[in-house]
């Protein structure tokens, strides 16, 4: 019950195109669902993070989208660019320990130029 | 503003021996966490620390302990290495005092790099 699957586990995009990763909840205590990115030889740096009392939140070109109903959260990167390709990890905890995160598996996004 | 700084950056132990892990939480946060992240995994919870008290633990053995110090820094120790435990080891910290409905981003080191041969 404590699992996030994330899907799916590689994306090939191109320049300018539209990135789309998965994720997938079990536990329904979780209330905080954030994005990181991660370079490698680098930790996780946070992009985005949504509560579900909204079904959408957008930063820049970053997206999230969010259904509660399905235990269902997604990332939308919009106009991807080289510079996007990293690793993706979504996350999920409950808003009073943000501390203690549950990662998924990731998803290593590349953009073609 | 410095953001977590650990140390150090790379490490190469045998199996059995001991390592102990530094971590600088950014100024003004007071909560640590600890995470171990295997190659081609998630990042996996370890122990989270809050005005030095332990506030969490994840599926790791006793072989695995930490402690927060006075200044809000922060020591992973891991005894009788195992090959197993060869991973990227990040600390992340916040600030702790959001609570409920607060913004309680987590922010993380760039990590220190184990091998256990």
């Known amino acids: 019950q404590q699992q996030v699957k994330q899907s799916p586990q590689s994306l090939i995009v191109q320049k300018g195109g539209i990135s789309i990763i998965n994720c997938a909840y079990e536990n329904t205590a979780f209330d905080y669902f954030p994005w990181y990115q991660q370079f490698p030889g680098k930790g996780p740096a946070l992009l985005i993070a949504i509560r579900p009392d909204v079904s959408e939140k957008k930063e820049g070109r970053f997206t999230i989208s969010f259904n509660k109903s399905a235990k269902q959260f997604s990332l939308h990167i919009m106009d991807s660019q080289p510079g996007d390709s990293a690793t993706y990890f979504c996350?999920?905890?409950?808003?009073?320990?943000?501390?203690?995160?549950?990662f998924g598996q990731g998803t290593t996004l590349q953009v073609k130029p | 503003d410095a953001g977590v700084t650990q140390s150090p950056t790379h490490l190469i132990k045998t199996r059995g021996q001991h390592v102990t892990l530094r971590c600088s939480p950014i100024s003004g946060h007071k909560s640590v966490s600890w995470y171990q992240q295997v190659l081609g995994q998630g990042p996996q919870f370890i122990f989270q620390y809050y005005e030095k008290e332990e506030r969490g633990r994840g599926n790791f053995p006793d072989r695995f302990s930490a402690r927060q110090f006075p200044n809000y820094s922060s020591e992973l120790n891991v005894n009788a290495l195992l090959l197993g435990d060869s991973a990227l080891y990040l600390c992340?910290?916040?600030?702790?005092?959001?609570?409920?409905?607060?913004?309680?981003?987590?922010?993380f080191g760039s990590g220190t790099q184990l091998s256990v041969l």
């Open positions: 992340a910290s916040r600030s702790g005092t959001g609570g409920v409905g607060g913004n309680e981003k987590l922010f």
């Open positions: 996350a999920a905890s409950t808003s009073s320990n943000t501390g203690k995160l549950i």
